[in-house]
């Protein structure tokens, strides 16, 4: 009986890790989009002006995650209104230059904003975000892909999704970003 107790706890620990680390599992929407309501505030957001914000976790030097999708993020920026999105790809490894991230960023899109963050700044908002980081070495990241979308309202942000399915499904996410803009403009 002991045996089946334990066997029995192992399964359960196993699925829910899963669960824990594939969010798309419980997710209701096929493209990876988990709707969220929560209010947030970052330091690097408090000029922002736009009424919608992207958000994407990575490092410099991060190839399998990061490059694919900062480039699914250019393709989707192409798609939507330029004046009410902007697009942050925040450097989750603080062992690079400070411009560094800023550099990175504008690759992909000139527009696009690079944020580089202490490792306290890295914790807090890790903590906000609940964002899995997993430090391999000093150069290099252990992290999930996932897109945060924030809402924008009078300088104050509201995670309305976040999409965990990679590769990004673009039709959905700009569908959901022009939805937001347009939330916005009849308020």
């Known amino acids: 009986m002991k045996t089946f107790f334990g066997y029995a706890l192992i399964v359960f620990s196993l699925l829910f890790m899963i669960i824990i680390a594939f969010p798309q599992f419980y997710s209701l929407n096929t493209s990876g989009r988990i709707d969220k309501n929560l209010s947030l505030e970052f330091d690097f957001l408090k000029d922002e002006k736009a009424s919608v914000v992207l958000l994407f976790f990575g490092y410099v030097g991060c190839g399998d995650i990061c490059v694919p999708a900062m480039n699914e993020l250019s393709s989707i920026y192409k798609q ?26 504008k690759e992909f899109h000139v527009d696009f904003k690079g944020i580089y963050l202490n490792s306290t700044g890295i914790e807090k908002v890790a903590r906000k975000l609940n964002l899995a980081l997993v430090k391999v070495n000093d150069k290099e990241m252990g992290h999930t892909g996932h897109l945060f979308v924030l809402n924008s ?35």
Do not use: C, W
Request: aromatic share 10%; charged share 25%; glycine share 2%.
């Open 153 to 187: 309202n009078n300088k104050k942000h509201t995670l309305q999704y976040i999409y965990t399915t990679r590769p990004f499904d673009e039709n959905s996410i700009v569908r959901d970003i022009n939805k937001l803009i347009q939330e916005g403009n009849e308020t």
């Open 80 to 105: 939507v209104d330029k004046n009410k999105v902007n697009v942050y790809f925040i450097n989750i490894l603080n062992t690079t230059n400070k411009d560094t991230p800023h550099i990175y960023a």
